[in-house]
């Protein structure tokens, strides 16, 4: 079983920046891929980001491409998302994910957490 805590949402204007954390806890959960998803009002939940369990590989959906990077530290067992050039399009609710490969990370996640609320303002 593997535990998953976002942190770091809130309200920020367009243009601006954010950084999501997600602590994973559970005793296995340095082996897991971890990755982030969204869903905005009346949408379906979609994938934003993703990283494998040592870190060496990263995806991203196009729509974040070039303005989101996701990291993590195995040490404290936490991904990170660093989100710059916000847009009110990216305006959703955030959930940290984990898969035990990194296309599961990316499709069908093993395990969510309760998601962070990002909201951008225009």
């Known amino acids: 079983q593997v535990q998953l805590v976002e942190s770091g949402g809130g309200l920020v204007q367009a243009g601006g920046s954010l950084r999501l954390s997600c602590a994973a806890s559970?005793?296995?959960?340095?082996?897991?891929?971890l990755g982030w998803f969204r869903q905005a009002p009346g949408k379906e939940r979609e994938f934003a980001a993703a990283?494998?369990?040592?870190?060496?590989?990263?995806y991203y959906a196009d729509s974040v491409k070039g303005r989101f990077t996701i990291s993590r530290d195995n040490a404290k067992n936490t991904v990170y998302l660093q989100m710059n050039s916000l847009k009110p399009e990216d305006t959703a609710v955030y959930y940290c994910?984990?898969?035990?490969?990194?296309?599961?990370?990316?499709?069908?996640?093993?395990?969510w957490g309760q998601g962070t609320q990002v909201t951008v303002s225009s």
């Open positions: 990283i494998s369990w040592g870190g060496s590989s990263t």
């Open positions: 559970g005793r296995t959960s340095s082996n897991y891929a």
């Open positions: 994910a984990a898969g035990i490969t990194t296309t599961r990370a990316r499709s069908g996640p093993d395990y």
